[in-house]
């Protein structure tokens, strides 16, 4: 149900506001849902349903949910990247994984968990650790998420580290669809009066 209503939002911010590369979508999927012999199968089912491009849909999956049963995983993931979809393992650095075992996945990105972004300006440690996690990250070929900027300071320091994606109150709250539009259409019409 929920990735059939962001797949369907996500068609509708296409329409509203076209752009290139396309707007995509991140949705989460919980331990149930990975467990299901045939995710993959309703998954594909729910982009075809809904004319979703499965290149603009970032299935979220956490690093203890991928970590649990290593070969399965390892599979199911396969067969949801068959589907076109990008795969991004989140709250990475918080389970117990195995490096040789993260290579073996067809993942596209980490996301960096919130508990080293909210520290990593002010621990020294933390903040290593952030560096070394977007480094393992970009040696692997994998884009770098960090979740839970709260500060200037943190985006600045990820910068510089090579993180090219950033999520958290820094930027905004969690809002509604409405008020997703209403941001998207004054940074529309502040692009076009810059221009």
Same mark, same amino acid.
């Given at each position: 149900? &929920?990735?059939?209503?962001?797949?369907?939002?996500?068609?509708?911010?296409?329409?509203?506001?076209?752009?290139?590369?396309? &707007?995509?979508?991140?949705?989460?999927?919980?331990?149930?849902?990975?467990?299901?012999?045939?995710?993959?199968?309703?998954?594909?089912?729910?982009?075809?349903?809904?004319?979703?491009?499965?290149?603009?849909?970032?299935?979220?999956?956490?690093?203890?949910?991928?970590?649990?049963?290593?070969?399965?995983?390892?599979? #199911?993931?396969?067969?949801?990247?068959?589907?076109?979809?990008?795969?991004?393992?989140?709250?990475?650095?918080?389970?117990?994984?195995?490096?040789?075992?993260?290579?073996?996945?067809?993942?596209?990105?980490?996301?960096?968990?919130?508990?080293?972004?909210?520290?990593?300006?002010?621990?020294?440690?933390?903040?290593?650790?952030?560096?070394?996690?977007?480094?393992?990250?970009?040696?692997?070929?994998?884009? #770098?998420?960090?979740?839970?900027?709260?500060?200037?300071?943190?985006?600045?320091?990820?910068?510089?580290?090579?993180?090219?994606?950033?999520?958290?109150?820094?930027?905004?709250?969690?809002?509604?669809?409405?008020?997703?539009?209403?941001?998207?259409?004054?940074?529309?019409?502040?692009?076009?009066?810059?221009?």
């Amino acid at each position: 149900k &929920l990735l059939h209503d962001a797949c369907l939002q996500l068609r509708h911010w296409h329409e509203l506001f076209p752009s290139n590369p396309p &707007l995509a979508v991140g949705v989460n999927v919980t331990a149930k849902q990975f467990a299901q012999p045939d995710l993959a199968s309703q998954i594909g089912k729910i982009l075809q349903e809904t004319n979703t491009d499965p290149a603009c849909v970032d299935l979220e999956i956490t690093e203890n949910i991928a970590m649990a049963d290593v070969v399965r995983s390892a599979v #199911v993931l396969s067969d949801l990247k068959s589907l076109g979809v990008h795969l991004s393992i989140d709250d990475f650095g918080t389970g117990y994984s195995s490096l040789s075992r993260l290579q073996r996945f067809p993942v596209d990105t980490l996301k960096i968990d919130r508990t080293f972004v909210s520290e990593m300006d002010r621990d020294r440690d933390t903040g290593e650790i952030v560096r070394v996690i977007a480094t393992l990250a970009r040696n692997l070929g994998l884009k #770098v998420v960090a979740e839970g900027i709260e500060r200037q300071e943190q985006m600045e320091m990820l910068k510089s580290l090579g993180c090219e994606t950033g999520q958290g109150y820094l930027f905004s709250k969690p809002v509604s669809a409405e008020q997703i539009e209403q941001l998207m259409r004054s940074r529309r019409a502040f692009a076009k009066s810059a221009s």
